[in-house]
Nanobody
Framework: QVQLVESGGGLVQPGGSLRLSCAAS????????MGWFRQAAGKEREFVAG?????FYADSVKGRFTISRDNAKNTVNLQMNSLKPEDTAVYYC??????????WGQGTQVTVSS
């Protein structure tokens, strides 16, 4: 099992920015891919962004969010710009590894409100 620790959530006004980080307990090179999901109150968890060699995004965040990886720090980051109230959710980091294994972080709350 992989331990993932997220940080960087908080309250921000519409149009503002936040940067989320996810620190993994082992090298990012041991994972097939990694990224972020989110879950708003009363809704199902949905994919946000992922990174392997290249990066990929949900249509709802393209052009506003950027995912990156820091291999030296075993960290995956999500830079979120031009935030909207509908981005409000608990954001979860994930990693896929092995044949079909996936681990999740504990989640970090992002609230976009004036």
């Amino acid at each position: 099992q992989v331990q993932l620790v997220e940080s960087g959530g908080g309250l921000v006004q519409p149009g503002g920015s936040l940067r989320l980080s996810c620190a993994a307990s082992r090298s990012l090179f041991s994972f097939n891919d990694m990224g972020w999901f989110r879950q708003a109150a009363g809704k199902e968890r949905e994919f946000v962004a992922g990174i392997k060699i290249g990066s990929f995004y949900a249509d709802s965040v393209k052009g506003r969010f950027t995912i990156s990886r820091d291999n030296a720090k075993n960290t995956v980051n999500l830079q979120m710009n031009s935030l909207k109230p509908e981005d409000t959710a608990v954001y979860y980091c994930y990693v896929n590894w092995g044949l079909r294994s996936r681990d999740w972080g504990q989640g970090t709350q992002v609230t976009v409100s004036s």
